[in-house]
């Protein structure tokens, strides 16, 4: 089982989604689905706890002062496992699919009978770590051995023998990334997402017709209120990339507006550390979101993408935002063409439009699969 994506889909991200989505009207009775995500999403942290700083409640390491709040998470997810039913009233722990969820709350137990034992030893441990005895290690062992001999997941005898002994001389392991557990390492890193996603080939081979009529379908598209919201959680974060660029303390000010009731945004703000969009950062993304909708996935892949979409924005919003008394004083002795008012504009839009190209570019190349990793158990190579 990919333990990744189990852990992603069960995580208080998707809990928030559901609360967003029902409050949007879009789903209905969301609150057990919510409830158990929660429940999973806690029991996961306890037992993949891999610092002392962590800022989520449940993922501090195991020490006397999370002893006693965790014993009673445990004592309390326990409770609600055993009683979960499935559809036709049996108890999910006495049905033939139990495993993982009787092997989660004896997981959970058996960690805090060890800290116990440990505790007992008096070996002078100020806290221990979960994650440090988790299996994912010798799982990313395995991955590294697979990844010998062109990612080979069914080596011979022999075949084995050398890669363990070139892991035993040369043993920095790093398994595959798309492997059931990441190292440590890998776990903050984003991936690799290609910088442009211009082909250039395509572009040579490729003679679209010019389309001489306007367009009308740009014009009157409109975005649904979730698509409203998710966007200007996007403003935030573009808000935050915009403000650490800038120097000039007067521009800063306009980015962010602290009174912001975005549902989406105070759903997922733990800790204070979300940055909250002003009005007019979040006009432009919305702007900028509605063209580059509006937009063929084909143009996406046409030379100078984000100067056209660029023009196309800042011509439609250019003479709607930051009109304030404030920002005209602060610009009113700077140069016309390249003015604070006229850059801040330009940044938003091009750190925006960067953003989302990276995201459909991502998206594109998910959707390439090889033949390999979807047939993973039964194909190596692809003439056999
Ligand atoms: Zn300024």
Not at 45 to 53: A, E, V, Y
Not at 209 to 221: K, L, T
Request: hydrophobic share 35%.
């Amino acid at each position: 089982m990919n333990v990744k994506l189990a852990t992603q889909v069960f995580s208080s991200s998707v809990s928030n989604a559901l609360i967003f989505c029902e409050s949007l009207g879009i789903f209905q009775n969301t609150n057990p689905t919510i409830e158990f995500c929660l429940f999973m999403n806690n029991a996961f942290d306890i037992l993949n706890c891999s610092t002392k700083f962590s800022k989520s409640p449940y993922n501090l390491a195991l020490s006397p002062n999370t002893y006693i709040k965790y014993k009673q998470f445990i004592e309390l997810f326990e409770e609600y496992v055993f009683s979960l039913k499935l559809v036709d009233g049996l108890n999910v722990v006495n049905s033939p699919r139990k495993t993982g969820f009787v092997g989660i709350v004896w997981a959970l137990k058996n960690w805090l009978n060890m800290y116990d034992l440990i505790k007992e030893k008096d070996y002078g441990l100020k806290y221990i770590l979960s994650y440090k005895i988790s299996q994912d290690h010798l799982e990313t062992f395995f991955s590294t051995v697979r990844s010998k001999g062109g990612y080979n997941n069914n080596p011979s005898a022999k075949e084995f023998k050398t890669s363990y002994k070139k892991l035993l001389v040369h043993h920095h392991v790093s398994g595959s990334q798309y492997g059931n557990c990441l190292p440590e390492s890998m776990l903050s890193k984003s991936y690799n997402i290609p910088d442009s996603i211009v082909n250039e080939k395509e572009e040579q081979l490729e003679i679209v017709p010019q389309n001489q009529d306007h367009d009308y379908f740009n014009v009157c598209i409109k975005a649904s209120p979730y698509v409203e919201n998710v966007t200007e959680y996007i403003a935030g974060f573009v808000a935050r990339k915009v403000i650490r660029k800038i120097n000039c303390e007067i521009c800063k000010t306009f980015l962010i507006d602290n009174d912001n009731s975005n549902v989406l945004i105070q759903l997922k703000n733990r800790n204070d550390a979300l940055y909250k969009p002003s009005k007019d950062v979040n006009f432009i993304c919305c702007v900028s979101e509605r063209w580059i909708r509006s937009s063929n996935l084909k143009e996406m892949y046409k030379k100078n993408v984000i100067n056209k979409l660029y023009i196309k924005i800042k011509s439609e919003v250019y003479n709607s935002i930051f009109r304030s008394s404030i920002l005209d004083e602060h610009v009113s002795n700077q140069n016309l063409f390249t003015n604070h008012r006229d850059q801040l504009i330009t940044i938003i839009i091009t750190t925006f439009i960067t953003l989302r190209l990276r995201h459909i570019a991502n998206q594109q190349q998910k959707e390439t699969m090889g033949v390999r990793k979807k047939f993973t158990k039964l194909i190596l190579f692809r003439n056999e």
